[in-house]
């Protein structure tokens, strides 16, 4: 059974800084592409940053400079450090694991980063 399971949201002042985890499991966790998608109330779900299984990444406008995307294959988890954080910021973020095939797609149940100004 696969599991994706995000962790480290919270309430963080503006100019913080967070670190969110994902950890998967189920799957060959060094074959997939780990994604982190940002979903903000009435809006659409936005891919934040991304990380291949050869550590490519690929990063938002929005948050190029500012959060950095990384993976522990050893210990099949994904990162997210937010730095410089801002209430636009302010979003349930989520952890997707895409392999290579169209079925190879697994999503976490969020996790919510709320940034106060």
């Known amino acids: 059974q696969v599991q994706v399971v995000e962790s480290g949201g919270g309430l963080v002042p503006s100019g913080g800084s967070l670190r969110l985890s994902c950890a998967a499991s189920?799957?060959?966790?060094?074959?997939?592409?780990m994604n982190w998608y940002r979903q903000a109330p009435g809006k659409q779900r936005d891919l934040v940053a991304s990380?291949?299984?050869?550590?490519?990444?690929n990063y938002a406008d929005s948050v190029k400079g500012r959060f950095t995307i990384s993976r522990d294959n050893a210990k099949e988890t994904a990162y997210l450090q937010m730095t410089s954080l801002n209430p636009e910021d302010t979003a349930v973020y989520y952890c997707n694991a895409r392999g290579f095939a169209q079925a190879l797609d697994f999503w976490g149940q969020g996790t919510q980063v709320t940034v106060s100004s």
């Open positions: 990380i291949t299984s050869d550590n490519m990444t």
């Open positions: 189920g799957i060959i966790f060094r074959m997939y592409t």
